[in-house]
């Protein structure tokens, strides 16, 4: 069964340092999401993705945040300059167009920052 | 998108049926019910979806009454492994470049005993 894969699973990095966070989506879906969830905490949308651009962003996803999709096949979260607080697990999703527009959730990169 | 509220934790034990309710008062017309399931440290994965009556699916039921002003899942004969957070989501499916942000709660921690 088609799943989305996401590298690496666990990243550790000082604050102030930029990460790049990898998926790879599910081949044939258009649409692609990150998500985040802090510790104990809710799952929490960072922006979505469609046609090669932004379609809409939350107000967690500040200037520090980019994403892109540099190939037919990855999609990258980038934070330019990591707070303390950005410590979490975050969880790239992407949808077809079954009947049921569900997204399928990536097992997460978890980020802890130093 | 809607407001949905449901149980912070429920216990049951393995074999038992479950059924999760969760209110959503302002529903709008065009608003679907999702749940998603979520083990620890692994992202959501979409369980069920549906409009209006009943929906069922090889995992799970869902039970929506005529004002859709709630909905239930129904776990039949539960193992420890069905052990998770269950969300209930509200919002519409959406079909072409629209964003299907998903709007988590804190959802509801099943735990199954033996």
């Known amino acids: 069964e088609p799943e989305v894969t996401q590298t690496p699973s666990h990243q550790v990095t000082q604050m102030g340092q930029e990460v790049i966070l990898r998926c790879v989506p599910i081949?044939?879906?258009?649409?692609f999401y990150w998500y985040r969830q802090i510790l104990g905490q809710k799952v929490e949308f960072l922006v979505s993705f469609y046609n090669n651009e932004i379609s809409e962003k939350s107000e967690i996803f500040d200037d520090q945040f980019s994403v892109e999709r540099p190939d037919g096949s990855n999609f990258t979260l980038k934070i330019r300059s990591t707070k303390l607080e950005d410590s979490a697990m975050y969880f790239c999703?992407?949808?077809?167009?079954?009947?049921?527009?569900?997204?399928?959730f990536g097992p997460g990169t978890r980020l802890t920052v130093l | 998108l809607a407001k949905t509220t449901q149980p912070i934790s429920m216990d049951s034990y393995e074999g038992q049926e479950v059924n999760i309710t969760c209110s959503h008062n302002?529903?709008?017309?065009?608003?679907?019910i999702t749940w998603y399931q979520q083990f620890p440290s692994q992202g959501p994965r979409f369980i069920i979806q549906g409009y209006k009556t009943k929906v069922t699916n090889e995992v799970a039921s869902l039970f929506i009454p005529a004002d859709r002003k709630s909905s239930t899942l129904s776990l039949p004969r539960v193992s420890l492994s069905d052990t998770a957070v269950y969300y209930c989501?509200?919002?519409?499916?959406?079909?072409?470049?629209?964003?299907?942000?998903?709007?988590f709660g804190t959802g509801t921690l099943l735990a199954v005993q033996p």
């Open positions: 989501l509200v919002g519409p499916q959406g079909t072409g470049g629209a964003t299907n942000k998903l709007i």
């Open positions: 302002n529903i709008a017309t065009n608003d679907y």
């Open positions: 999703a992407s949808r077809g167009t079954s009947a049921y527009n569900e997204q399928f």
């Open positions: 081949s044939n879906h258009l649409y």
